[in-house]
């Protein structure tokens, strides 16, 4: 019989109740109990509901209190010596600590790396691993997730992050060993797993292995072999669904195909294209889970092309072999359709959130297993929503077309050279010192963009209100000895959702939260047509800042790609397409920035690394058409203007002559976590402009000192001259408190001064 199943399911909460819960336990205000409590209700709410939907097997460990991949290094005792782990089961602060750092009493720790899951706006905890790294079973979260399901009466699929995913994106702190030589290692903790959950009465396991979807060496796949040759003989009763994701599995099928798994999952919304090679010499008896409801997006399957895909793989493989599911964990989408009251009619009925999908699913397993004409009605309601939507008026834009159609070369290049053009620029001291952006968002501040939303209070207070944030937070800069001033966006809900809402050819939700990273939820803008910009976005509160002050204050822009890459994209059209009307709509507010008097404007890209295809092969293609963007957005403006950009919590060393291409006056760019890595990315190539590596981790609580930002910019000389280098922490400091903010940009100002007199 054919099986619904999903791959993992948003912890979140329809009202974020986990974000409450874990941020109140981190103050101190929700005893650990409560949050373990909270951590409960929501996996039995979220299994009963996908048991409701008709899902035969939804999955168990997919909850997170914090990040998955820091779950297995919990699970595995990866734990890094600075925590001081005592080597029993990982504790929830040691596991906390590992993601945010921690700082009280003697006790003073910096937070693990962070960057993004694979092309996804989701961060991961970068396991660290040293060449001597021993593993032991530290957690029992999988089988006693399992076994809490159990009790309910619902039946579960556990997911692990498979071993080999787990060490590839790991990173070795300390030369001279590869992190795949400790696979033989780590492989006995999995095995003990798999004969727990197979003791727990699991069926079957979930192992995650994506990067089996990437370029991978004919010795890594070899390793795949060896690792699921051993798990195999470990794994007892319990069977393993070998899951893959977010990209074919092209040439490294052969391998997924012969490792000794009783089930592979690939991703035929990514690349549908690879089904008809596996079907071809798909091994009898394995189980196919086909994902063809798109769990990265937002739009409604069509499920009379998905029938069709699932029907052809049913009779190769047999009914009884194939399971139907998401493409991928539906982590990556907001959780409900119906909590959206305030959608466009219009536009609601194109849309499926996490539940919608569950139903999606659902009726395709239902479809293969007993004919389509039992969801007739279903078939016939997608048949309709997709036809509106192809002709629909709401996604044309005529003007916009044409503008776009008419970009030349010459809209792509600053007429002059940086080296000259840097000359007609403001004159700054060494070193110097800026932030990236946004202030602290404040109970106060989220208050009054709460009341003005709803309504009780007007559109004067609000503005007035705002003023006095500006006015306030532009003194504090000054006190503290900022070089370049921000006005710290405090009109800005978001740094997409804020544009978006000033665009055509975008929608909002009011409940569509995703994760981010920890308790950090955005609510994605939805484009759905054609993009413009019916005025202004930013030069009132832009100009005001800069009224109130003798200093340079930056205009503040979202790149792009970014914009792009943080929405739920159009899928009726080529992304380059939409980035490249994006930019027209950027460049815009760029030349009405400059025109309002603003010298220094930054457009922000912390998304353009995160963007690049997974395949190597792919890649020149998207960077021709994401540079293009950026240069299109920014090219338009004279010498005297100064641009700027900021990217962070991504993989940068393989792309650093992409982002000199931008052409970007100057660059700010995460390095606080991974400093050495990046610096000797500068050591090997020499970037032309200037450059701003941050000096702390602002997705930590703790306050750097002095001395530590300082060895942070000595090393920076090692690969940067010292006239190219700018101070700034190495993100914008929205979610961070007034208490820890002050004296860390004091530290870091003292820090550019000690720099200067050196």
Not at 22 to 33: D, F, H, I, L, N
Not at 270 to 297: F, I, T, Y
Not at 382 to 402: D, E, F, Y
């Amino acid at each position: 019989m054919t099986i619904s199943h999903t791959l993992g399911f948003p912890p979140l909460g329809a009202a974020r109740e986990l974000k409450r819960a874990t941020e109140g336990y981190w103050s101190g205000k929700v005893p650990r109990a409560d949050l373990l409590r909270t951590g409960a209700e929501l996996r039995a709410r979220h299994w009963r509901l996908q048991r409701d939907a008709g899902i035969d097997l939804p999955p168990s460990n997919d909850f997170s209190f914090y990040d998955r991949m820091l779950d297995t290094c919990a699970l595995v005792g990866a734990v890094p010596p600075r925590y001081e782990w005592k080597g029993k089961e990982v504790d929830l602060d040691t596991y906390f600590a590992m993601a945010r750092g921690a700082q009280k009493g003697s006790r003073d720790v910096t937070a693990m790396e962070m960057t993004k899951w694979f092309d996804t706006n989701y961060h991961y905890i970068v396991p660290e691993l040293a060449r001597d790294q021993s593993f032991r079973l530290a957690s029992a979260k999988p089988v006693g997730e399992f076994s809490e399901a159990l009790a309910l009466g619902v039946r579960t699929t556990p997911v692990l992050i498979g071993p080999l995913t787990f060490l590839l994106l790991a990173k070795e702190k300390g030369p001279g060993f590869d992190r795949l030589d400790l696979l033989d290692r780590l492989l006995p903790v999995y095995g003990e797993v798999l004969q727990q959950l197979a003791a727990a009465g699991a069926e079957w396991v979930q192992v995650d292995e994506p990067c089996l979807a990437l370029d991978r060496t004919p010795a890594q796949l070899e390793r795949y072999r060896a690792a699921y040759g051993f798990l195999a003989e470990r794994s007892g009763t319990a069977k393993i669904m070998l899951a893959t994701y977010f990209a074919g599995l092209a040439e490294n099928a052969a391998t997924a195909l012969a490792l000794p798994t009783h089930g592979l999952h690939v991703d035929l919304v990514r690349a549908p294209g690879q089904l008809e090679a596996l079907l071809e010499r798909w091994p009898a008896g394995r189980v196919l889970s086909a994902g063809v409801v798109d769990g990265r997006n937002v739009w409604r399957t069509d499920l009379d092309a998905a029938v069709s895909l699932l029907e052809r793989a049913s009779r190769r493989v047999g009914a009884d072999f194939l399971w139907v599911a998401p493409s991928c964990s539906l982590l990556h989408v907001p959780i409900d359709l119906d909590l959206e009251t305030g959608l466009d009619p219009e536009l609601k009925p194109w849309l499926a959130f996490a539940t919608q999908k569950l139903q999606e699913v659902a009726t395709l397993t239902r479809a293969v297993r007993e004919g389509r004409e039992t969801v007739a009605v279903r078939l016939a309601e997608s048949r309709s929503a997709i036809a509106a939507r192809q002709a629909s008026p709401l996604t044309l834009n005529a003007v916009v077309r044409q503008r776009v159609a008419a970009v030349q070369d010459g809209d792509l290049r600053r007429p002059t050279a940086y080296a000259e053009r840097r000359r007609r620029q403001l004159e700054l001291p060494r070193y110097p010192t800026t932030t990236i952006g946004s202030f602290p968002q404040t109970a106060e501040v989220r208050a009054a963009r709460r009341r003005f939303t709803d309504g009780q209070l007007s559109q004067a207070d609000y503005e007035r209100f705002i003023e006095e944030q500006i006015t306030k937070t532009l003194a504090l800069q000054e006190e503290i000895g900022l070089d370049v001033l921000v006005h710290g966006e405090f009109e800005r809900n978001d740094m997409v959702e804020y544009f978006g809402e000033q665009l055509a050819g975008f929608a909002f939700t009011d409940h569509g939260w995703v994760q981010s990273y920890g308790t950090r939820y955005v609510k994605p803008p939805i484009i759905y047509g054609d993009v413009a910009r019916p005025g202004p976005m930013t030069v009132r509160w832009s100009a005001f800042a800069q009224s109130r002050t003798k200093r340079p204050v930056k205009g503040m822009l979202t790149g792009p790609v970014t914009i792009l890459q943080w929405s739920f994209v159009r899928d009726d059209q080529p992304r380059s397409e939409t980035a490249r009307q994006l930019a027209l709509a950027i460049r815009e507010e760029v030349k009405d920035l400059e025109a309002a008097g603003i010298r220094i404007i930054q457009i922000d890209e912390p998304a353009l690394r995160e963007g690049m295809p997974l395949r190597r092969a792919d890649w020149a293609a998207y960077q021709d058409w994401a540079v293009s963007a950026f240069r299109l957005a920014t090219s338009g403006v004279g010498d005297a203007t100064q641009i700027h950009t900021h990217m962070c919590y991504s993989e940068f060393n393989d792309v650093l002559q992409v982002i000199a291409r931008m052409d970007a006056d100057v660059i700010s760019i995460e390095n606080a976590r991974s400093g050495s890595e990046l610096l000797r990315a500068f050591e090997q190539y020499h970037y032309p402009n200037e450059i701003g590596p941050g000096v702390y981790d602002i997705h930590s609580p703790r306050v750097p000192g002095v001395g530590e930002i300082v060895t942070a910019l000595q090393a920076l000389r090692k690969g940067l001259d010292e006239h190219q280098i700018w101070v700034n922490p190495d993100c914008g400091l929205k979610t961070r408190g007034w208490e820890e903010t002050l004296p860390s940009l004091r530290n870091m100002v003292a820090a550019a001064k000690q720099m200067r007199d050196g």
